[in-house]
């Protein structure tokens, strides 16, 4: 069984008419269809969320583990590349993608 990617169900599934029009918006620059966008994307998003987790896992261990003159800077540094990746993609739209897509399985 396929999903269908059509607007309507983007549409239904959660997506403003907005975010649809930027998704077009690469599709047209770009190439490719919705499937192929939303799938990139939702790929993204977990790629995004297990490095930030990652990252805090380590400032944790640094946290219990390590001097204070350690772990200030890599908190700081956590704090920085967190936010530098999460805004590299589209925050919102990405997890919308990941969110169809595992609810639906595709």
């Not at 620059?29 to 939303?38: A, K, M």
């Not at 999460?86 to 169809?100: G, H, M």
Request: aromatic fraction near 16%; charge should be positive.
């Amino acid at each position: 069984m396929t999903t269908d990617f059509s607007k309507e169900r983007l549409l239904a599934s959660g997506f403003t008419a907005k975010e649809l029009q930027k998704l077009q918006h690469n599709i047209d620059n770009f190439g490719g269809t919705f499937e192929e966008v939303v799938r990139d994307l939702a790929k993204r998003f977990k790629r995004t969320f297990f490095t930030v987790v990652i990252m805090f896992l380590l400032f944790i261990y640094a946290v219990f583990f390590s001097s204070s003159d350690e772990t200030i800077p890599l908190g700081i540094s956590t704090l920085v590349v967190s936010t530098l990746v999460t805004f590299l993609q589209p925050p919102v739209i990405s997890f919308k993608c990941w969110r169809f897509c595992r609810v639906n399985k595709a």
